[in-house]
């Protein structure tokens, strides 16, 4: 146990902090710290643009064999993720596409699909959403009642999705349906893959509590895709749609925390300049704070290497429930440490500054991807191994 | 604040062996049982220390090879104490292993740790390091222990020393005191005349804390250990900090462990315990907690820094009672009982919190390194 970066680790950081610099500091400039969760309302067509980007530089796909990808080593991706977060680039409009659908399809699709789907996503010219939850299927997505069936050679989709991400900016959604009404629970889904702008399809943003839009509800009234574009067999969905949330943690967690240390350091700032840190109780928090978000990585780095020896499947369980609930916190110990100017917004008539955002937003983080209630359920049932 | 290099984090081969066999040698001893043999005398297990000195030769873990020791790090010392945790284990492996060990390592002359290390590494001398004081305040501006020049080249120590972990036991006194260049180490043996120790009578039995009495203690100036002040001091406490927050670790997993496997044979309203969730919840949180703890041991024994040691051992500490207490409350009345293992945990837990302190003084020196506060 032990062993630092080799050098060759070292180089691949440079390269990436290299093209990252000379695209940051140029064209692209005005793209740093735009977008991500809860300003993925931001800068939607440049953000397309640096998409195309990443793409030519063949920054996308890089975990995922050749020909589609790069073949990247998983410490590789680490790396990537976090000169990416440390140059502040900007929220990748692309995550779904990469790291769900793409990912997804590099491990379990055919060849024809990974033909078909991947080098469109590599290149960053084509956005997915996700098509899981609905009105009466949120933690208990087996619950779906959106429902399929074949005729003339393609799918037909009636049903209704709701929280899904970028649906009125997306190209294709990846949809679960239940495709034999004479099956249950997780038995006779479906994981189809559906264009999304086709008449069939009707999409209104959800205004959230910060004010702004990135989820949607998705309607589908006879929505169709052809027979073929559906992963797994027919009636395997389930497993395939519980892989694709295994590809959602990833590399990418440790990027993710790059900008969450981001967001601490404003806090410590806003604590000194505005003497905070002289309250022994923020203080303290602060510090708890800090500490929470090194234990963070640890815990990520722990886990990605076992992970990519095989290793201590079970290990990883927690790392939802933990860093979604110290995000929460973090956005409650902004607010106190700011005071009572932490109330007023940026502008009128709704726009926030990024703490009062990490504050709001972050009380979906305990909700979306398995709720806090879940992910203790699934740590008792599959660490833990006890009885229903 | 972040450091950018990927840690790995699997354990060789050769330190899992160590592990398994540290955990085969404890078992063989008893486990728990062999703590509760002794801990309400000496609180020193000598048995099973001589085995896992002389036998497994865990007390010369981190001593130099020139020096009779294995010349290994503090990824084998987690590894080790670890195991010691789950077991709660009344050996001196914290004190003498870890902490008397980085406390000669920092600041020991060669010649000095030529002289000291062969008796502690063979497990035929246990030391430990003697610095806090009463009220256990972690700054060293409270250190009121003097040693003073006296003729002959000699120094006299003078002062009352507490929480000194297997300090009624050890063979070697490092005593933290005041002298004309700040503060020193000095090598004390335990039977120097004026020495005088007593146990602490402590709620938490598994882990023998001592108060050490030095009346005009007259020992040679050459006992000194180098010219070393409070910085190489503060450095092995935290070390031992590292190593402390490892054994944790195995007392969290030990208490989790020990929840799980009642949940699911404890029967109440026809079915196990274990199935309602408001107890599964519980021990998710409790599963949480130990991962992220083992984490946060494993990575600051692998990257050590005194700053990153403090923090670990506050987190690993929190994690440790919040895994014990919850324990006892997954037991319900069983756990309540002392013929129950659960109190041992949840003893030994909060007794490791302030074991180098209290945790706020270690989040206020987290926080100055920071630039937070006055």
Not at chain 1, 300 to 313: C, I, S
Not at chain 2, 44 to 54: E, G, I, P
Not at chain 2, 86 to 106: D, K, M, Q, Y
Not at chain 2, 249 to 262: D, M, P, R
Request: charged share 20%; net charge neutral; hydrophobic share 45%.
């Amino acid at each position: 146990m032990d062993l630092r970066a080799s050098e060759e680790d070292d180089r691949f950081r440079a390269e990436v902090r290299a093209w990252l610099e000379a695209r940051l500091d140029g064209e692209f400039r005005h793209l740093r710290g735009r977008g991500g969760p809860g300003r993925e309302h931001e800068a939607i067509e440049p953000r397309m643009a640096w998409e195309r980007e990443l793409g030519k530089a063949g920054w996308i796909g890089l975990g995922w064999p050749a020909p589609a990808g790069r073949g990247a080593s998983l410490w590789h991706q680490v790396i990537f993720h976090e000169e990416y977060a440390r140059a502040r680039a900007p929220g990748r409009f692309g995550h779904i596409g990469e790291y769900l659908l793409g990912a997804t399809i590099a491990a379990l699709g055919t060849p024809e699909q990974q033909r078909t789907f991947l080098p469109p996503i590599v290149r960053g010219e084509v956005f997915w959403a996700q098509g899981y939850s609905e009105p009466g299927a949120g933690s208990d997505l087996a619950g779906v009642a959106t429902r399929a069936s074949l005729e003339d050679g393609h799918w037909v989709i009636h049903g209704q999705k709701i929280w899904t991400s970028h649906a009125h900016l997306a190209d294709w959604c990846f949809v679960i349906a239940r495709s034999d009404p004479h099956e249950k629970r997780h038995a006779g889904l479906s994981y189809l893959l559906v264009p999304m702008k086709q008449p069939g399809i009707t999409v209104r943003p959800i205004k959230n509590l910060t004010g702004t839009a990135e989820f949607c509800e998705v309607f589908f009234d006879g929505a169709r895709t052809p027979a073929d574009h559906v992963v797994g067999a027919p009636g395997d969905g389930w497993k395939v749609a519980m892989a694709t949330l295994a590809f959602e943690r990833g590399a990418s967690t440790l990027g993710q925390q790059i900008g969450f240390a981001a967001e601490l350091d404003a806090i410590i700032a806003a604590a000194k300049q505005r003497g905070a840190d002289r309250d022994p109780e923020l203080r303290r928090r602060i510090v708890d704070a800090w500490t929470g978000l090194r234990v963070m990585r640890s815990y990520a780095l722990r886990v990605l290497d076992h992970g990519a020896r095989g290793e201590l499947p079970a290990a990883g369980l927690g790392a939802k429930l933990y860093w979604s609930n110290w995000h929460r916190r973090l956005g409650e110990l902004a607010m106190d440490v700011l005071g009572p100017e932490a109330e007023v917004i940026a502008a009128a008539p709704y726009s926030l500054a990024p703490l009062q955002e990490t504050f709001l937003f972050s009380r979906a983080d305990t909700i979306y991807a398995g709720s806090n209630e879940i992910q203790r359920n699934i740590i008792a049932a599959r660490a833990l191994g006890l009885p229903k | 604040m972040f450091y950018f290099a990927a840690v790995r984090f699997a354990f060789t081969d050769e330190q899992d062996e160590l592990r398994r066999m540290v955990r085969r040698a404890i078992a063989s001893h008893g486990g728990v049982e062999s703590a509760r043999r002794v801990m309400l005398d000496d609180g020193f297990d000598a048995a099973l220390w001589k085995t896992l000195a002389h036998e497994l030769g865990l007390a010369a873990l981190a001593i130099p090879e020139a020096h009779g020791g294995a010349g290994l790090g503090w990824v084998e010392i987690v590894a080790v104490a670890e195991e010691l945790g789950r077991a709660v284990a009344c050996v001196p492996f914290l004190s003498s292993a870890c902490l008397a060990t980085a406390a000669i390592l920092e600041c020991a002359s060669p010649s000095q740790q030529a002289d000291l290390f062969p008796a502690i590494a063979r497990g035929d001398a246990t030391a430990t390091l003697a610095w806090l004081e009463v009220g256990g305040a972690i700054d060293p501006g409270a250190i009121e222990t003097t040693a003073r020049p006296a003729p002959g080249d000699h120094v006299i120590l003078s002062g009352k020393k507490r929480f000194v972990v297997d300090g009624a036991t050890a063979d070697l006194l490092l005593v933290v005191a005041k002298d004309s260049g700040g503060l020193g180490v000095y090598a004390v043996p335990a039977g120097a005349t004026g020495v005088r120790r007593r146990r602490l009578p402590t709620m938490d039995a598994t882990r023998a804390l001592a108060e050490v009495v030095l009346a005009d203690v007259r020992i040679p100036a050459s006992s000194k250990l180098g010219t070393a002040g409070w910085p190489e001091i503060a450095r092995a406490i935290a070390r031992a900090q590292v190593a402390l927050a490892a054994e944790q670790v195995g007392g969290a997993q030990a208490a989790l462990e020990l929840s799980v496997e009642y949940a699911k044979v404890r029967h109440q309203f026809g079915k196990p315990i274990g199935s309602f969730q408001a107890i599964q919840h519980t021990l998710a949180e409790m599963f949480v907690a130990v991962e992220t703890a083992r984490s946060a041991a494993y990575h600051a024994a692998i990257d050590f820094d005194p700053i990153s040691a403090a923090a670990t051992g506050v987190y690993c500490g929190d994690a440790f009672y919040r895994c014990a207490a919850d324990a006892i409350q997954v037991h319900g009345g069983i756990g309540f009982t002392w013929e129950h293992d659960a109190h041992l945990f949840f003893k030994r837990a909060r007794a490791s919190r302030t074991l180098f302190g209290a945790p706020n003084d270690h989040r206020d020196r987290v926080a100055a390194s920071l630039g937070l506060g006055i």
